[in-house]
């Protein structure tokens, strides 16, 4: 029989969402070892553990997801979330730190982007005049697959920018790339199916998976990216693959042509379904303007999606994702039966933004500060750790991968270096089972070059004091 939270779920505020997520989420596995909920049992609903617990409903989905990455819950489509837990110890394997645990303004975090040069003056004048003229329907709960207005500025946008030739109608607006993978993994894999994802990979994929009932199989990646032989061998039949195209993350290898084909090969022999997650696009260098799948031949099982987080502002919570055109109107109705849509007016300031051509005037603006700042770094490391370090020579995103010239325990470092107030991350943690690299992710797009080159000091004085003799001998 399904129980009332009765006040046995709570939380203080004054946290960020994700850090009330994770605190919610460690509340409710308590209650499950401690036997108040049993195997079996449905739990109660978001909705109602949102209101126990004083946050939003957001929140409480966000934590029901890292339960199931667990595997201490399973959700059911269309019937609820049901404790999975049957007893005994859980393995208290620790998940991949992300951006959001760290203070962004820490640096080399990878959650920072480029706020010093967004244009705040011009989003404070289209907001302000938006809601002097906001229609009495943006004030609804929520507009279906995304607001008219943005879905078309979109449209245009990846025409112009990417060659993705579609109709507003095929666009569909979510708060985020996890809740994107969430609601396809819902809609097109069948339950107790399972989803090829990189592994490395960036940690949301897989609780998103998880959380929508799908079993993630980790794949592994190479120089060229996706090993599509390697998913094969795995699951030859799995119903999904997750995969980025520009810019893998967080080794920054680029999907190569014959792996696209491979890919789309492989969906169409088995009708499985691809997430083409294009979030490396904006800040690539120039000439390099690769074409995403999506834009290829025999791409009806494909789905692009991205984000406005690191080209916007993080807080904004936009994404979006380009669906097949027979997959559009049911993409629209699941969210809007779920409630998992996001705030309309500020996708109506965004399709302002867009439409005007101030997102375009921003992105170049961004993609100029964000390459001298990732030039500065790597010059930096060059002169203050190359006896320590290397750093992969990538000319896109908004971090740069740093290997060690030596065997080392790379997330033992990270800690050190989190210590003297560094937020580096350490690539080990971004594996699902034994890692088989090493080395450190170091975020630079929200540090101005000074702070880099300081930065770059202090990471090496943190090398050189854990630095053992024999590591040292490795470096001559």
């Given at each position: 029989?399904r129980?009332?939270?009765n006040?046995?779920v709570s939380?203080?505020g004054?946290?960020?969402?994700?850090?009330?997520?994770r605190?919610?989420s460690?509340n409710?596995?308590?209650?499950?070892?401690a036997?108040?909920?049993?195997?079996?049992?449905?739990?109660?609903g978001?909705?109602?553990?949102?209101k126990?617990?004083?946050?939003?409903?957001?929140?409480?989905?966000?934590?029901?997801d890292?339960?199931?990455a667990?595997?201490?819950?399973e959700?059911?489509?269309?019937?609820?979330t049901?404790?999975?837990?049957?007893?005994?110890l859980?393995?208290?394997r620790?998940?991949?730190?992300?951006?959001d645990e760290?203070?962004?303004n820490?640096?080399?975090?990878?959650g920072?982007?480029?706020?010093?040069?967004?244009p705040?003056?011009?989003?404070?004048?289209?907001?302000?005049?938006?809601?002097?003229?906001?229609?009495?329907d943006?004030?609804?709960?929520?507009?279906?697959?995304?607001?008219?207005?943005?879905?078309?500025?979109i449209?245009?946008?990846?025409?112009s920018?990417r060659?993705i030739?579609?109709?507003?109608?095929?666009?569909?607006i979510?708060?985020s790339?996890h809740?994107?993978i969430?609601l396809?993994g819902?809609?097109?894999?069948p339950?107790?199916?399972s989803?090829?994802?990189?592994?490395p990979?960036?940690p949301?994929?897989?609780p998103?998976l998880?959380?929508?009932?799908?079993?993630?199989?980790?794949?592994?990646v190479?120089?060229?990216?996706?090993?599509?032989?390697?998913?094969?061998?795995?699951?030859?039949?799995?119903a999904?693959a997750?995969?980025?195209?520009?810019r893998?993350?967080?080794?920054?290898?680029?999907?190569s042509?014959t792996?696209?084909?491979?890919?789309?090969?492989?969906s169409r022999?088995t009708?499985a379904?691809i997430i083409?997650d294009?979030y490396?696009?904006?800040f690539r260098?120039?000439?390099?303007n690769?074409a995403?799948?999506?834009?290829?031949?025999?791409?009806?099982?494909?789905?692009?999606m991205?984000?406005?987080s690191t080209?916007?502002?993080?807080?904004?919570?936009?994404?979006?994702?380009?669906v097949?055109?027979?997959?559009?109107?049911?993409?629209?109705?699941?969210?809007?039966m779920?409630e998992r849509y996001?705030t309309v007016?500020?996708?109506i300031?965004?399709?302002?933004?867009?439409?005007?051509?101030?997102?375009s005037?921003?992105?170049?603006r961004?993609?100029?500060a964000?390459?001298?700042?990732?030039?500065?770094?790597?010059?930096?490391?060059?002169?203050d750790?190359?006896a320590?370090?290397?750093?992969?020579?990538?000319?896109?995103?908004m971090?740069l991968f740093a290997r060690?010239?030596?065997?080392?325990?790379d997330?033992?470092?990270a800690?050190?270096?989190?210590?003297?107030?560094l937020?580096?991350?350490?690539?080990?943690r971004f594996y699902?089972?034994?890692p088989?690299?090493?080395?450190l992710?170091?975020?630079?797009a929200g540090?101005?070059?000074?702070?880099?080159?300081?930065?770059s000091?202090?990471l090496?004085r943190v090398l050189?004091?854990?630095?053992t003799?024999?590591?040292?001998?490795?470096?001559g």
């Open positions: 029989m129980r009332a939270t006040g046995i939380l203080g004054g946290d960020t969402e994700l850090a009330l997520a605190r919610l460690q409710l596995r308590d209650l499950i070892l036997g108040i909920w049993v195997h079996g049992e449905k739990l109660p978001t909705r109602l553990i949102a126990d617990a004083g946050v939003s409903r957001w929140t409480a989905v966000m934590a029901i890292l339960l199931a667990e595997g201490l819950v959700s059911r489509k269309r019937s609820g049901y404790v999975n837990w049957t007893g005994g859980v393995e208290q620790a998940e991949p730190r992300v951006a760290v203070p962004p820490m640096p080399f975090s990878l920072a982007t480029a706020l010093d040069v967004f705040l003056n011009i989003w404070r004048r289209i907001q302000t005049r938006s809601w002097q003229n906001i229609p009495l943006a004030l609804q709960v929520g507009s279906g697959a995304g607001w008219p207005d943005l879905r078309a500025a449209a245009t946008h990846l025409a920018t060659g030739k579609c109709t507003p109608a095929r666009i569909v979510v708060p790339a809740a994107g969430l396809a819902e809609l097109l894999c339950a107790g199916s989803a090829w994802t990189e592994n990979c960036y949301g994929v897989r998103a998880t959380a929508a009932g799908v079993a993630p199989i980790a794949v592994a190479d120089r060229e990216g996706m090993n599509v032989a390697d998913g094969k061998r795995q699951a030859p039949r799995a999904m997750v995969v980025s195209g520009s893998q993350f967080p080794s920054g290898t680029q999907l042509a792996r696209k084909r491979a890919l789309l090969d492989w022999e009708g379904f083409e294009d490396g696009y904006e260098n120039e000439r390099t690769v995403p799948m999506v834009a290829m031949d025999d791409t009806a099982h494909v789905l692009y991205n984000t406005f080209t916007i502002f993080p807080s904004l919570r936009l994404a979006y994702l380009v097949p055109a027979e997959l559009a109107e049911r993409f629209a109705s699941a969210l809007q779920s996001t007016p500020n996708q300031v965004l399709a302002e933004f867009i439409a005007s051509g101030h997102f005037k921003h992105l170049r961004s993609r100029d964000v390459a001298e700042r990732r030039d500065v770094l790597r010059s930096a490391l060059a002169e750790c190359a320590f370090l290397q750093t992969d020579p990538v000319d896109c995103g971090h060690f010239r030596y065997p080392t325990d997330a033992a470092f800690g050190a270096a989190r210590e003297a107030g937020a580096v991350e350490p690539l080990s699902a089972g034994e088989r690299d090493a080395g992710l170091l975020g630079f540090f101005r070059p000074e702070v880099l080159r300081e930065a000091k202090r090496a050189a004091a854990r630095a003799q024999r590591e040292l001998a490795w470096v």
